[in-house]
């Protein structure tokens, strides 16, 4: 899409009158906030501008809504964790009780050995 390099520079007249026919085609400025400076390019063409915008504000949401659902996610997890606290310290007491049961059981094996040693004085 090419622009005359004076684009937006002048006031529409027709504009001005209450209707210009070319409407957002026009080249000339309809109004002061389209209006660009003489000395200062403009930036990019307004539509350009909006679409962007509109497309920013749309990744936005998405990123907004994609945040919402892993923070959702990561609660859950939080959730899960906290709620399997009674099975991870019954599981935490099983594997004591069986360290213990083991220890016990050497020391219990150890005794009876000493008590049953041949040879033994009485
Ligand atoms: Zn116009």
């Avoid at 684009?7 to 529409?12: D, F, G, Q």
């Avoid at 000395?39 to 990744?59: I, S």
């Avoid at 899960?80 to 019954?90: L, M, Q, T, V, Y």
Wanted: hydrophobic share 25%; net charge positive.
């Amino acid at each position: 899409m090419s622009r005359p390099s004076n684009y937006k520079t002048i006031l529409c007249a027709k504009y001005a009158e209450g209707f210009c026919p070319y409407g957002k085609d026009c080249n000339f400025a309809h109004g002061k906030n389209d209006q660009r400076s003489k000395y200062h390019p403009y930036p990019e063409f307004f539509e350009d501008r909006v679409a962007n915008n509109d497309l920013l504000l749309k990744r936005l949401t998405e990123l907004e809504q994609e945040n919402q659902a892993l923070r959702e996610n990561q609660l859950k997890l939080e959730k899960a964790w906290k709620d399997s606290i009674h099975e991870r310290k019954k599981l935490y007491q099983l594997i004591l009780s069986q360290k213990t049961k083991e220890k016990l059981g050497g020391a219990k094996l150890a005794e009876e050995d000493f008590k049953g040693q041949p040879g033994d004085p009485c």
